[in-house]
């Protein structure tokens, strides 16, 4: 239970942090994660919380790797084979060496294995936590791609020379051999351990597709469990987890682009499952970076004033280290002189070395070496005792690697946004609703020109509408507007008047058009009133069901049974009460005539008004639809038709009223009114929107027609 309460808790901070974050939209939300992950640190179940390395590589990194493996292909690994080299091992390589010397230098008590032990530890970059501080910049594509591809490989570099260091110190003795060799195994073995492991689980994944009958319940669920399997194999043979789930994502990529069309419904589930759970991974990564902060508190407060401070110190100085070091690596001009005419990786990156922007990237490059959780579970995954001792200095690694964390975090969260320019977006949110507003209108509008069925169209209507960016229906506000008020009160006079007009007065009774006129006008006049006054409604029930049930009890009129034989004796020994019961009846059905052909007649007048406002380039019409709604409810109430039953509409129709969706999206950017972002943000919309509705439709279906067979 233990472990269920804290996964609920995590999530739970996840939606706290989400809900947060509206309130204080310029505060990066890695930063509110941490916050949230403090507080939460105070709660029972992650008091005295230390991490641990082998269940967070597991079950938090693992699927995080393979995640941003499958976002990368073998194509593109292959261009930029040689920059990811020097970024994920050259340059950790060369930063674990030049770190760990300094440190070893500096503080003169510490070994050198233990001094790059902690240089090790603080190599590994996190580029999620760049774009959580950059998310309102606009980030230089080349230098985007250099953090990414660096940060997807460089945590296995950082894993290996920690197991080098610590063998070290285990052991005593280094050999340089013994070291490349070691960690060839471990890096290429990863590699070549996730891809076969892939490509086999891709061969499972394609034949069970091709012979199950439902595929995503099998394959989704082995997409699920892939990560873990390859990460726990591959760190079982001796080879690097990280590197072999990274690998298998690559292998996922490439299944992907060549199924293409082929099983979408397992590949578009599928990705929206990974990019829900890598949302949610990643903010849970912050959150026990917060959890974890309190722990390394009690720490620095045992070692005392002057030894924190020179903790920080020694912290601030190997940020500045390592920031000095990726300036100038990025700044390195690596290109063939035989060969000019073909770009390198570092050329991609961060532009040629003659470009005015090339210094420039190398600073963002630098900047945006922001440390995070892998550096810390890096930290804690330190022995309590090596060659039989007590672990030297354990501690204060834990809290330098933390400081560095920080540090890198608050150095990126506040120079990033100084130097790059604000993300412009080809539009805005307010745009985009504005737009898919109008959107839906007029695909209403054109499907409901070919619907006469009124329930058919009451149905159509509210579900297509329900594809708007708001619960207009629900929002008192809109339904005390102005405009609503004014339209209601117009429709209204128009059944008035379209109830006196002469094709009318021609067809009924001059009895049934009153009736009906005294109906409205009541409704008009005290709707609201009744509406708005609870107690006066519940009295006037009370007294009406006191009323009936005296009068059933006095004629011992309770059953259904009885009701039939007392009416039926009724109507054959009393001749006035039948001749009554006559004329209530032709009343009762003229008026449903009655009321259906001004059913007809206002849904004609609200959609002449839809179309005056569409053409009107208006697009806020919610205040149509929420008059349409207030019609429908007192049509239903003459017809004494209170039950809200779903009538099953057309898959056909729901086809077409989409297919006039994208028909208004492709118009709108041939005529330029629409950006071709939007239009695809759009496109998707109606896509998910048009399969969900289809689902939803043989569901319904398929319950109506075994309600048939019952």
Not at 561 to 582: G, I, P, S, Y
Request: glycine residues 4%; neutral net charge.
């Amino acid at each position: 239970m233990t472990t269920l309460y804290t996964l609920a808790l995590l999530l739970i901070g996840v939606i706290a942090t989400n809900i947060i974050k509206e309130f204080v939209p310029k505060i990066p939300e890695a930063f509110i994660l941490i916050a949230v992950g403090v507080a939460m640190s105070f709660t029972s179940i992650f008091k005295n919380f230390e991490l641990e390395p082998e269940f967070f590589m597991l079950m938090i990194i693992a699927p995080i790797m393979f995640i941003d493996g499958q976002k990368q292909s073998f194509v593109k690994i292959k261009q930029r084979f040689e920059g990811i080299w020097l970024l994920s091992v050259v340059l950790a390589v060369v930063t674990t060496l030049v770190v760990g010397l300094i440190t070893n230098h500096i503080e003169v008590t510490w070994t050198l294995p233990l001094a790059i032990t902690l240089a090790a530890i603080v190599t590994p970059t996190d580029a999620v936590a760049v774009k959580s501080l950059t998310a309102g910049t606009d980030m230089p594509e080349g230098v985007g791609e250099a953090l990414e591809l660096e940060s997807l490989f460089n945590d296995a570099t950082g894993l290996v020379m920690l197991d080098l260091a610590l063998s070290v110190l285990s052991q005593g003795t280094f050999s340089v051999v013994h070291g490349l060799e070691h960690f060839l195994f471990v890096a290429v073995g990863g590699v070549l351990v996730g891809t076969i492991l892939g490509f086999l689980i891709v061969a499972l994944r394609v034949n069970l597709q091709q012979r199950a009958s439902n595929p995503e319940t099998t394959i989704i669920p082995i997409s699920l469990l892939t990560p873990f399997a390859v990460y726990l194999l591959a760190e079982h043979l001796g080879t690097s987890g990280i590197l072999a789930v990274v690998a298998t994502g690559m292998v996922h990529n490439w299944e992907s682009s060549r199924l293409r069309l082929t099983s979408t419904t397992v590949q578009l589930t599928s990705r929206t499952i990974w990019r829900t759970i890598a949302d949610v991974l990643n903010d849970i990564v912050f959150l026990i970076l917060g959890i974890s902060l309190p722990g390394v508190w009690l720490s620095i407060t045992k070692i005392g004033l002057s030894g924190t401070l020179q903790l920080a110190a020694l912290s601030t100085l190997i940020y500045v280290i390592m920031l000095i070091l990726r300036y100038f690596w990025a700044l390195r001009d690596d290109n063939n002189k035989k060969n000019r005419h073909k770009p390198n990786s570092f050329t991609l990156f961060f532009g040629d070395r003659n470009d005015k922007q090339h210094k420039f990237y190398a600073r963002i490059f630098a900047i945006s070496g922001v440390h995070g959780t892998v550096t810390l579970a890096m930290a804690f995954s330190l022995p309590y005792e090596i060659a039989g001792h007590a672990f030297p200095y354990r501690e204060a690694l834990i809290i330098v690697a933390t400081l560095v964390i920080l540090i890198s975090m608050l150095v990126s969260a506040i120079i990033l946004p100084l130097q790059l320019p604000a993300k412009i977006a080809s539009y805005t949110v307010i745009d985009i609703n504005q737009t898919r507003d109008k959107m839906i209108d007029y695909a209403s509008l054109k499907i409901l020109d070919h619907v006469s069925d009124h329930s058919v169209r009451e149905t159509l209507s509210t579900q297509l509408q329900s594809q708007k960016n708001k619960l207009f229906m629900m929002d008192d506000r809109k339904k005390a507007s102005s405009q609503f008020i004014e339209l209601l009160a117009d429709t209204q006079d128009f059944v008035l008047m379209y109830s006196h007009s002469d094709s009318i007065t021609k067809t009924y009774s001059p009895n049934a058009i009153s009736i009906y006129a005294k109906i409205l006008q009541h409704t008009r006049n005290n709707g609201p009133k009744q509406t708005r006054s609870f107690k006066h409604q519940l009295k006037r029930t009370l007294r009406r069901y006191a009323r009936e049930s005296t009068w059933h009890i006095a004629n011992r009129v309770i059953t259904r049974a009885q009701r039939e034989r007392f009416r039926k004796n009724k109507l054959a020994t009393d001749t006035t009460f039948a001749a009554n019961v006559k004329k209530w009846t032709d009343t009762r059905d003229e008026l449903m005539a009655l009321n259906n052909d001004l059913i007809t007649a206002t849904d004609v007048y609200l959609d002449n008004i839809l179309r005056k406002s569409l053409a009107d380039q208006k697009n806020d019409n919610d205040h149509i639809y929420l008059v349409r709604e207030a019609m429908n409810r007192f049509f239903n109430r003459v017809k004494r038709d209170y039950k809200h039953e779903s009538v099953p509409v057309s898959s056909a129709l729901y086809i077409q009223a989409f297919q006039y969706e994208y028909d208004f999206v492709q118009q709108g950017v041939s005529e330029g009114n629409i950006v071709q972002p939007m239009a695809s943000a759009l496109y998707k919309e109606i896509n998910q929107a048009q399969m969900l509705q289809l689902d939803q439709t043989e569901q319904l279906n398929t319950d109506e027609y075994t309600k048939s067979k019952v």
